[in-house]
């Protein structure tokens, strides 16, 4: 299986005001992320900002240059990370990043943001 990266903007404030005393809901989703038992092949990398504001709090799943990468929002750290963890396993389980729809948790299929077409195809 390749190397999945699971990009979570830990500077989103998920439509919250600033709090100076504590962390952000981008920072507690990512903190939620880590501490869950992510396989083996999924990388978890913090960002500072993935300019989906106003659909935060925010991540991105990619794979390479062959695979389709995933913007994912409206996301949060006591909701989600089960489904997240879940969404990333079936991501990194396939050759081209696209899992079938029924296969997708809920969240992926109803917050995506944005799909971006993988940087390399094959012609045949």
């Known amino acids: ?7 979570v903007c830990t500077t989103c404030r998920a439509g919250a005001p ?7 809901a981008g920072a507690l989703l990512f903190d939620a992320l880590n501490a869950e038992n992510l396989p ?15 659909r935060g709090c925010s991540m991105v799943l990619s794979g390479g240059p062959e695979r389709w990468t995933y913007v994912y929002g409206d996301l949060n750290a006591t909701e989600h990370v089960e489904d997240i963890v879940k969404g990333a ?8 990043g696209i899992v079938p729809w029924r296969e997708r948790p809920v969240i992926f299929r109803k917050q995506s943001v944005a799909r971006i077409p993988p940087q390399e195809t094959s012609h045949d």
């Open 89 to 96: 396993a079936a991501y990194a389980a396939t050759q081209d």
């Open 1 to 7: 299986m390749a190397e999945v990266t699971l990009t």
């Open 18 to 24: 600033t709090d100076d005393t504590g962390p952000r």
């Open 40 to 54: 083996e092949n999924v990388q978890l990398r913090p960002v500072e900002c993935l300019s989906a504001c106003s």
